[in-house]
């Protein structure tokens, strides 16, 4: 896969609890130049998007443990639409997952979802899950009408891995994210059936891939 092919299917992102405005605009800098989306803070939306309306951009709801109240996520979600983003990366309340509580978790992405009328990724945190809690999660995804799963915020140990993405394949559309740093891994994501990539690295990936 060449560096043209590879670059609409990275979404670059900057999502540290240290970053800054500067930060973001360098993202969207490197996001414009190679022709990638962005993932970026939810307070940053409204000005990246009049500062880079071509970069389709991408921010989180439920950041990043997911423990926020229904209400909340989906107030959250709303404002950032309005501020302009293009993507909604929002993640479960695993807590409520490893419950048993499936049907609030599938409510509350139900309710999210039907706010809004851009896409809506759900991140399951697949290092938290085991194999019968990630599919319990991907299956409330599909029933919420969500998008997309998405493997991880980042902030957990362990990140993407290509039997996750091969398992939440099965359900829906994946964004593969955490730990992403090189063209090799990502390409290995995209060969196990992952449609996207979240990654910091965005940048050194494509640096890597053929032109």
Same mark, same amino acid.
């Given at each position: ?45 409204? &000005? @990246? #998007?009049?500062? /880079? ?5 991408? +921010?989180?709801? *439920? !950041?990043?443990? %997911? ?71 991907? &299956? @409330? #995804?599909?029933? /919420? ?5 998405? +493997?991880?915020? *980042? !902030?957990?140990? %362990? ?53």
């Amino acid at each position: 896969m060449d560096r043209s092919e590879l670059a609409p299917l990275i979404d670059h992102t900057v999502l540290g609890p240290e970053t800054t405005t500067a930060d973001v605009r360098t993202v969207l800098d490197e996001a414009r130049e190679y022709g990638m989306n962005a993932c970026i803070p939810p307070y940053a939306v409204e &000005e @990246a #998007a009049d500062y /880079a309306p071509e970069v389709t951009l991408a +921010t989180v709801v *439920g !950041f990043p443990h %997911g423990q926020h109240s229904h209400e909340i996520k989906r107030r959250e979600g709303v404002i950032a639409w309005q501020a302009g983003a293009d993507e909604l990366d929002v993640v479960i309340n695993v807590g409520r997952l490893r419950a048993g509580e499936d049907d609030v978790v599938r409510a509350e992405l139900a309710e999210l979802v039907a706010a809004v009328p851009i896409p809506v990724k759900v991140i399951i945190e697949t290092a938290l899950l085991s194999d019968a809690e990630k599919r319990r999660a991907c &299956e @409330a #995804a599909v029933a /919420a009408d969500a998008a997309m799963v998405k +493997t991880s915020t *980042g !902030f957990a140990d %362990g990140g993407a891995t290509v039997d996750d993405v091969a398992l939440m394949r099965e359900y829906l559309p994946v964004k593969a994210s955490g730990g992403i740093g090189s063209y090799d891994e990502a390409v290995a994501m995209l060969e196990a059936g992952a449609d996207r990539i979240g990654a910091s690295s965005g940048v050194a990936i494509l640096e890597g891939a053929p032109e």
